[in-house]
């Protein structure tokens, strides 16, 4: 067992019920940063950052001739809207990474479970109302464990789930072997473990 392991076992383990078991331990791959739902959302970024900061260059009389500039109330008003496109374009990889380092999921013989900034969030396997898994060609991937609210997959992973905390589905993302760990998964559903 490597120190990482142990470190994620010693973390899931106040959580444990009684009689049950650590089957697997790991944490999301904080080097992968683009998910599907990155595809809109990145031309959308730089779209809106773009607009946004040309609107405030516009307001404080850059883009003008002399020294023109608009009310202050101009001004202020994109200052929001600019902050968002900030974080649309670069600072939602940040607080993605960020997200990732303090994020622990488990397998354990009765649930799944998501530890993330001492917050726990679990399912136990056999009531699992779905199971899906995406694999990629390295073998990491992603595993849902439960129906995703519409309008959630589109925020999934793009460090802009926030938008859609009501109802947020446990899954595992990023993970390397997510064929062993979805095996495990239905074994453990299963009673075979």
Known sequence: MSVNQADDQAALQPFLLPGEKILWTGRPDSRRLLAPGDAFLVPFSLMWGGGALFWEAGVL?????????????????????????????????????????????????????????????????????????????????????????????????????????????LAFYDIPDAAGVYRLVAEARTGRQ
């Open 61 to 169: 009389g850059f883009l003008g001739r002399g020294d023109v500039a608009a009310p202050w109330f101009f001004v202020l008003w994109g200052v929001p809207f600019v902050v968002a496109g900030q974080y649309f374009i670069w600072g939602r990889f940040f607080y993605k990474r960020w997200d990732r380092a303090r994020t622990v999921y488990g397998v354990t013989s009765e649930r799944v479970l998501v530890l993330r900034r001492g917050s726990l969030q679990s399912l136990f396997v056999n009531q699992l109302p779905t199971l899906t898994q995406h694999v990629r060609s390295d073998g990491s991937g992603s595993l849902e464990f439960n129906s995703v609210p519409f309008g959630y997959g589109f925020w999934a992973n793009t460090g802009m789930d926030f938008f859609a905390k009501r109802g947020t589905p």
